[in-house]
């Protein structure tokens, strides 16, 4: 299963050299709904990247994490 290393931004990231999980969440659930195309029935969200003061403040990879789950939850009823 493919693990995707999450890191949300305000602006889109629109470098040719973007990794799947960088950007807005639009972006981000993209990539996944992409991944997904490609066979994966499932996908690892790790909200760390390596700068130990993220896990001082959680929300934000929380709330990324969330609106990941909500989107997915929607996309099931389809």
Same mark, same amino acid.
């Not at 050299?17 to 990539?31: E, P, S």
């Not at 929300?59 to 994490?65: F, I, P, S, Y």
């Given at each position: 299963?493919?693990?995707?290393?999450?890191?949300?931004?305000?602006?889109?990231?629109?470098?040719?050299?973007?990794?799947?999980?960088? !950007?807005?969440?639009?972006? =981000?659930?993209?990539?996944?709904?992409?991944? @997904?195309? /490609?066979? %994966?029935? $499932?996908?690892?969200?790790?909200?760390?990247? !390596?700068?130990?003061?993220? =896990?001082?403040?959680?929300?934000?990879?929380? @709330?990324? /994490?969330? %609106?990941? $789950?909500?989107?997915?939850?929607?996309?099931? !009823?389809?």
């Amino acid at each position: 299963m493919p693990r995707i290393a999450l890191q949300e931004t305000r602006e889109p990231v629109t470098t040719p050299d973007r990794l799947a999980g960088v !950007g807005t969440i639009d972006q =981000i659930i993209a990539d996944i709904d992409q991944i @997904r195309l /490609l066979g %994966a029935e $499932a996908v690892v969200l790790d909200p760390f990247n !390596g700068d130990l003061t993220e =896990i001082r403040q959680p929300e934000r990879a929380w @709330r990324t /994490l969330a %609106a990941v $789950a909500a989107h997915h939850r929607s996309q099931e !009823g389809r």
